[in-house]
């Protein structure tokens, strides 16, 4: 099989198992698979960055953290606030950071990309962590999580199993527009712009443009997960927007596979899977992290979805 | 603001901007003349300042622990290129950073399992431990004088190295164009070898001669990591002279920046990155680029 029907195949695989869960798993399962699919998410919008653009943001927590943190700020105090107009705020919010840090950082390649990105994240972090702005390092409380309110109804999301159902369709939603911006014209010209610069020019498209439009697309998604996250632990903190959080959802980018939609979701259920599993085996579970980290490596430098589809390959195909 | 006050800050920010040179210049080396982004650097950086405590311990002298932090870092860098790198040679770059990541999370905690999670104090060792007085009210302590006299001994042994010497030479031709200096007979596996094992055993003496100074404690890698690669995106990557002033402008900025804005010395130096980048999108000086 080639790799983009691999990848559509454990994209639908990986669907049905995220509607499955409230229907085998409850209690904490489910909070365990909320966390999870949000980090799923998260992980597809960063490699579609990292994967068809090139550019490999080490700044990304930012955008996630942003949107967190403006969601805090919305928030009313006394009432659950409604997904309908905060969740909107907030990605926009994502967005507008991301178009902010992605005119200026887009200009430099390679290495220069990675630190410029990385600078813009750890200056979020100082920013909400020295400012005094949405309460330092203590972080900020959010009271109630946020119902989906139309009118004449209101469905709230504080059933753990409801609100898993409402994160795995909306993270689904973005793995679905991930998938399509990637074999769309767009995504073509991304690559292309990836590829060879100077002919993408020549053909009249704009890499800066292009790629741009790809980081805040990106940016907003991860900021989407931002939003979720935070609904879902009530709290905000300066570490959302670290560089070790972008570093982290990088590597579950990279475990599953840059140029697949479905890699980056993998590497992510992995990589807290085993965690969880470790976890209750040792209190040194992150030395184990790190040897099935150099280990995917070692075995699978491109990732394991693309692993996945070179050993499928049929055999007399394997050079063409 | 007195005069004093002033060279005292000046000091402070010499003798911090040598050590992030130490730190930086192998990463910078490895960047340029292999493309590798070893995050791992920071990890190897704190191993040195547990090998200081381990040996004062133990050993009861901090001169020891000097030697021994360049055998461990050579032998380390060593077995890092031979075993790990040397594999994903071809290989997407990227995949060199997830495996340097992998081994920043087991160094940290290796650490954590051998040495536990408190921070440890490090005495400065005994002859070095006095002040030398500026004035009435201001003194220096000698220690970081000594600090700053192995960081220029270390900065002008190395540019003697790049300018004078036959390896020097290879290696500046491999930072500037690596298949070409390969097919002139530079040995890429030899060299490879060498900048590794080099390139962490600065790391780890630098984590040594920094112990007595920032304390020990679990995780001290990480700062210390990204400031190295401010330092060589200021400098340009894979040019040490760069690196060189890349670490002495962060150390500038820190040392005032602690001093008049105490709460947003951080923000400080990731603001001045960024506005290098601005107006330099390829480092101060002209890097060999990856």
Redesign the interface.
């Known amino acids: 099989m080639s790799q983009d029907r691999i990848d559509a195949s454990l994209l639908i695989v990986l669907a049905l198992a995220a509607l499955l869960v409230p229907f085998v798993w409850s209690g904490y399962e489910v909070k365990l698979a909320t966390t999870i699919t949000i980090q799923a998410g998260f992980a597809i919008a960063l490699g579609f960055v ?1 994967g068809p653009a090139g550019l ?1 943001s080490l700044g990304h927590a930012a955008f996630y953290g942003v949107a967190a943190y403006l969601f805090a700020m919305i928030a009313a105090e006394s009432q659950p606030a409604n997904v309908f107009t905060t969740a909107p705020i907030a990605i926009l919010g994502a967005a507008v950071v991301a178009a902010v840090v992605g005119a ?1 950082s887009i ?6 990309f ?3 990105t ?3 994240g ?2 979020g972090y ?2 909400f962590h ?2 005094g702005i949405g309460g330092s390092a203590d972080g900020a409380y959010i009271n109630f999580r946020p119902e989906l309110q139309l009118p004449g109804i209101a469905i709230s999301l504080d059933n753990a199993a409801r609100f898993y159902q409402f994160v795995s369709v909306l993270v689904l939603a973005v793995a679905a527009l991930a998938w399509w911006l990637r074999r769309s014209a767009f995504g073509s010209i991304l690559v292309a712009a990836r590829d060879n610069e100077t002919r993408t020019r020549a053909f009249g498209y704009s890499p800066y443009a292009i790629r741009l439009t790809a980081f805040v697309i990106s940016g907003a998604m991860a900021g989407a997960m931002g939003y979720l996250t935070a609904a879902q632990h009530g709290f905000v903190a300066p570490q959302m927007l670290a ?2 959080n972008s ?1 982290t959802v ?2 579950m980018v ?2 599953g596979g ?1 140029d697949t939609t479905s890699g980056p979701a993998i590497g992510a259920i992995l990589l807290l899977l085993a965690e969880e599993i470790l976890q209750r085996a040792t209190e ?1 579970w ?2 184990g ?6 280990a ?3 075995a699978a ?2 990732g394991m979805v693309p692993y996945l589809a070179q050993a499928l390959r049929p055999k007399r195909a394997q050079h063409a | 603001m007195s005069s004093f006050f002033f060279f005292v800050q000046l000091l402070n920010a010499v003798q911090y901007g040598l050590i992030l040179y130490l730190v930086a210049s192998g990463l910078t080396l490895l ?1 340029g003349i292999m493309g590798v ?1 070893n ?1 791992a650097h920071g990890a190897f950086y704190m191993v040195g300042a547990y090998m200081a405590f381990a040996v004062v311990q133990h050993l009861a002298s901090f001169w020891l622990a000097l030697p021994l932090a360049i055998v461990l870092g050579l032998a380390l860098g060593a077995l890092l290129e031979r075993f ?1 790198l040397s ?2 040679e071809g ?2 770059h ?2 060199q ?3 340097s ?6 160094i ?3 650490q ?2 051998i040495f536990g999670n408190d921070p440890h104090g490090i005495d400065v060792p005994g002859v070095l431990n006095f002040s030398i007085p500026l004035s009435e009210t201001f003194a220096y302590p000698a220690y970081r004088l000594f600090v700053c006299a192995i960081g220029i001994v270390f900065a002008v042994g190395v540019s003697l190295v790049m300018a004078r010497t036959r390896i020097g030479m290879m290696l500046r031709a491999s930072a500037e164009n690596r298949p070409m200096a390969r097919a002139l007979g530079v040995n890429a596996k030899r060299m490879y070898l060498g900048v590794t094992a080099a390139g962490i055993a600065c790391a780890v003496l630098a984590g040594v001669i920094a112990a007595p100074i920032a304390s020990v404690y679990p995780g001290m890698g ?1 700062q210390v990591l ?1 400031l190295s ?2 330092v060589i ?1 200021l400098g340009g ?1 894979g040019s040490l002279p760069g690196a060189l002033v890349g670490a002495l402008l962060l150390g500038l900025v820190d040392a005032f920046g602690k001093q008049f804005f105490p ?2 010395a ?2 400080l130096v ?2 001045a ?2 506005a290098v ?2 107006a330099r ?3 101060l000086f002209r890097g060999t ?2």
């Open positions: 990292v490999v200026v200009r430099s390649r390679g290495l220069y990675i630190l410029m990385l600078a813009f750890q200056l100082h920013f020295d400012t560089w070790q570093a990088l590597v990279l475990i840059k040194h992150l030395i992290v790190g040897l099935i980290i150099v995917v490596v070692l430098p491109n | 960047l982004i995050l790990l594999r994903l290989a997407d990227l995949s950073v997830l495996l990541f992998g081994l920043i999370l087991i940290n905690e290796g954590r399992i990480d990204i690669f401010v995106v990557i709460n947003f951080a923000f990731y603001a990155m960024i980048l601005i999108p390829q480092g680029g990856t």
